[in-house]
């Protein structure tokens, strides 16, 4: 008989996914995960497979919470304005207390980058096609803008979000305020 589950997955998926934000897929043992998520590594095994299962349901975990945000953003009316706001917001990301700094996508983007893990590549490859879209979405709210600056300005902005997310993880609140007013200067 199947012992039951003497845990919530949801919170310890929220516990590994600050791990990982913290440390990075690659840095994060078992051994770390297990005292992270006060779990056993064969309960680890068991709910989710291994680390990589357990990885990719952290970045489901992330993509849900940071959904507010992008759903705010996505339904403001006011283009560049939402898409600079969009930036405040992203760097004022705090899950219940954790005060995590940067974005575990873009920290995942960037560790993941080389590599040949499809699954990741495709969750990467499809938030970022999605942040694309919406930066160019509110773009074209300015009808002067033909459709070749739209795209330079949107391929622009997500390199942007890129720095600013890493940038967030070392930089002061003043560099990081001169940051983002810099970057909507001549958007």
Known sequence: MARKKEYKEEEVVEKAMNLFWRKGYETTSMQMLEKEMGINKFSIYSSFGNK????????????????KILDKF????????????????SVDIDFK?????????TNTYNEFS????LLIKEQMASFMGNLKELFIEKLQKDTSKDEATV???ANFLLLAKHGLAAASRVN????????????????
């Open 151 to 153: 795209i330079k300005q």
């Open 52 to 67: 990589h299962g357990l990885f990719i349901e952290s970045l489901k975990c992330y993509k849900l919470k940071v959904s």
């Open 74 to 89: 996505k339904n403001a009316p006011n283009g560049v304005e939402d898409i600079k706001q969009f930036f405040y917001d």
């Open 97 to 105: 207390g954790s005060l995590q700094k940067g974005c575990l996508l």
């Open 114 to 117: 080389e590599s040949e893990d």
């Open 172 to 187: 002061s609140s003043k560099e990081i305020k001169d940051y983002i007013e810099m970057t909507f200067m001549n958007i």
